[in-house]
Antibody, heavy 121, light 108 residues
Framework: EVQLVESGGDLVQPGGSLRLSCAAS????????MNWVRQAPGKGLEWVSY????????YYADSARGRFTISRDNAKNSMYLEMNSLRAEDTAVYYC??????????????WGQGTLVTVSS | SYELTQPPSVSVSPGQTARITCSGD??????VSWYQQKSGQAPVLVMY???ERPSGIPERFSGSSSGTTVTLTITGVQAEDEADYYC???????????FGGGTKLTVL
């Protein structure tokens, strides 16, 4: 059974930093691209970042580029999101999601339960 | 970047058919996936490549496409189908992922 477990969410002050982790199990982690998707309270889903199975390429949403850094450690079956210069608008539940597809489509076939990041003074 | 547009809400009675649309200029060239998110839970994939149903998803869920609009249809809606539904696609190089704003399905 595919399992994705996020951790690291916390209350942080504006301008602060936080590192999220996603622990994967139940599948060959090194064979899949991974993503972070967030959801602000009462709002819709927003894609944040993508990392390929081999760590390159990496993509970011405009809202994350320059402040967030995605990474993975295939030996530890884990993915990370380093978040700096946090703003109130970064407050959200952050989901880890496994990506799959082909040249014509890309989608998320497994999701974690999410970890809450709150940016507030 | 581009946008996907969904109606904010759809309401149907149990046993009726619910249709949730997703519109976008790039959709004739890019496939759409759909996610169901029940209150307080993580999203679940219910459709991919416009009309492909993942294993474990009931047959009452189906998908179709026409031009710039993709439709998720739930035939014989049940109370347990009440949830938010999001469409999702990518740009042509898969370097950017976009979600629709979400549709709240209410089962009356």
């Amino acid at each position: 059974e595919v399992q994705l477990v996020e951790s690291g969410g916390d209350l942080v002050q504006p301008g602060g930093s936080l590192r999220l982790s996603c622990a994967a199990s139940g599948f060959t982690f090194s064979g899949y691209s991974m993503n972070w998707v967030r959801q602000a309270p009462g709002k819709g889903l927003e894609w944040v970042s993508y990392i390929s199975s081999t760590t390159s390429p990496i993509y970011y949403a405009d809202s994350a580029r320059g402040r967030f850094t995605i990474s993975r450690d295939n030996a530890k079956n884990s993915m990370y999101l380093e978040m700096n210069s946090l703003r109130a608008e970064d407050t959200a539940v952050y989901y880890c999601a496994r990506g799959t597809g082909d040249g014509y489509t890309y989608y998320f076939d497994s999701w974690g339960q999410g970890t809450l990041v709150t940016v507030s003074s | 970047s581009y946008e996907l547009t969904q109606p904010p809400s759809v309401s149907v009675s149990p046993g009726q058919t619910a249709r949730i649309t997703c519109s976008g200029d790039a959709l004739p060239k890019q496939y759409v996936s759909w996610y169901q998110q029940k209150s307080g839970q993580a999203p679940v994939l219910v459709m991919y490549k416009d009309r492909e149903r993942p294993s474990g998803i009931p047959e009452r869920f189906s998908g179709s496409s026409s031009g710039t609009t993709v439709t998720l249809t739930i035939t014989g809606v049940q109370a347990e189908d009440e949830a938010d539904y999001y469409c999702q696609s990518t740009d042509s190089s898969h370097s950017y992922v976009v979600f629709g704003g979400g549709t709240k399905l209410t089962v009356l």
